[in-house]
């Protein structure tokens, strides 16, 4: 049980440091106007290259793939049903059916799945 621990902690560490040297070495130094505004052959742009985004359609798109990925998982419970004990299965598919109605009860309730505010 110790040498678990000791390895979680040393994947731990190693990871941090990895995360840290990524985040210290991806930093941009050198910011100019010139070089952050978009190219158009030597002209000035005529509109901004930033586009508004709505960040209500991504939060349902991110919902809609969550779920999607869900009913994927879903789908072999069926076939698993008859090469398992009954009890174990009914159980492990209550539990996920129950997690998966807490997860859409939560983003009901706070208002995530209106498409129109």
């Not at 052959?41 to 508004?52: N, V, Y």
């Not at 939060?59 to 779920?67: D, H």
């Not at 994927?72 to 997690?99: E, G």
Request: aromatic content about 18%.
């Amino acid at each position: 049980m110790f040498i678990m621990f000791i390895i979680a902690m040393i994947i731990m560490t190693i990871s941090s440091i990895m995360m840290l040297l990524a985040s210290l070495l991806s930093k941009k130094t050198f910011f100019d106007r010139e070089k952050n505004s978009p190219f158009e052959c030597g002209f000035d742009p005529k509109c901004s290259a930033r586009l508004p985004f709505s960040l209500h359609f991504f939060l349902i798109a991110i919902i809609f793939l969550i779920f999607d990925v869900e009913i994927a998982l879903l789908l072999p419970i069926i076939i698993i049903m008859n090469y398992s004990n009954l009890f174990i299965w009914f159980n492990v598919t209550f539990y996920f059916i129950l997690i998966l109605l807490i997860g859409l009860y939560h983003e009901w309730n706070q208002g995530a799945l209106e498409w129109t505010n």
